[in-house]
């Protein structure tokens, strides 16, 4: 396969990218990327968490295992995952302004927000996620509300079986993480370099092609 694209993203930014079928995503970095899918030909129909979690009989997916729309249809084959089962998220949203001026004002204290991350709350980012996401995608005219959950890329995720209580693992990887996704079909690709609360990092993006 030969490179045809290669993106490096600054922490807190987006990008959206146009696959053609059988085309690999490989995505590079040490820190959580939100992705989200849409068919090229028909934005409305967008990537599902629960789908794809019923669909595969499992709450994590890695390699193998596939990527579905809300109508079923598989959207993506993860072909190569460096971290392996558990390491993915497909339970929580996305961050975003509203949330970060939470976290700047009345949880900064409930959440111990300086003495868990060491984050003041000056530090404490403007926009998210959710925001990037937006903007990448407003080109497709893709309004906010349709942009589905994402996939949460190298977000770690403890769920308690027993009393199902989810806890997002809060830290950043030591080495960087590699995973690579083949389309099943023409795929819109939307995608953020998470933030992590003002302290986030860079990551790589490419996508290849047999010719």
Known sequence: MNQITQKHMPYNTGCALELLKGD???IEGRTTVDAVFFDLHNVRERFDQARTKINNSSIFVS?????YS?????????VADSLGIGYHDLQFGMCSAAGYALFK???YESYR?????GVTREQIPDHGCWENLTGALRPWAIAPEDIPSPFNIFQETKIDGTT???????KQLAEPARIELRAEMDCLVGLSACPW???????????SRDN
Do not use: A, H, Q
């Open 197 to 207: 609360l003002g302290r986030g990092l860079p990551i790589d993006v490419s996508v």
């Open 113 to 117: 927000i300086k003495e868990r991350f």
């Open 70 to 78: 809300k109508s079923n249809l598989p959207m993506l084959t993860i």
């Open 164 to 170: 199902g209580r989810m806890e997002l693992v809060y």
């Open 63 to 67: 390699t193998g295992n596939m990527l």
């Open 24 to 26: 690999v995503l490989r």
């Open 105 to 107: 004002g009345p949880l």
